[in-house]
């Protein structure tokens, strides 16, 4: 079982940046090597809905239309962690955030049912 923890999030002001980090544990490397890593939000009273997504080579990352020139995705396969980098926030991006690994999928990318963990999540909290 691939254990994922977020760490990073906070309470900043609109304008401010923040960054996100998902650690993988409890799978060897090479498990996380081969997975696609996924970002996800939800907001109070609001489905939970798509951020960003890196392949598991780090060569390929989509964006939510919503966070795109603003959010930048990573992947640090030496050590087991995903990033998250997050720019001009604004209170909008308020949310838990959650990271997700597709292991070994053949799908790119990946659909939500077909992450196969989760993290627990971390809070962002932007206010203006």
């Known amino acids: 079982q691939m254990q994922l923890a977020e760490s990073g999030g906070g309470m900043v002001q609109s304008g401010d940046s923040l960054r996100l980090s998902c650690e993988a544990s409890g799978y060897s490397k090479s498990y996380f090597s081969g997975s696609a890593m996924g970002w996800f939000r939800q907001a109070p009273g609001k489905e939970r809905e798509f951020v960003a997504v890196i392949s598991y080579t780090g060569g390929s990352a989509l964006y939510a239309d919503s966070v795109k020139g603003r959010f930048a995705v990573s992947k640090d396969n030496d050590k087991s962690t995903t990033y998250l980098e997050m720019n001009s926030l604004s209170p909008e991006d308020t949310a838990v955030y959650y990271c997700?690994?597709?292991?070994?999928?053949?799908?790119?990318?990946?659909?939500?049912?077909?992450?196969?963990?989760w993290g627990q999540g971390t809070q962002v909290t932007v206010s203006s």
């Open positions: 997700a690994a597709d292991v070994f999928g053949d799908t790119w990318p990946p659909l939500s049912s077909e992450y196969d963990f």
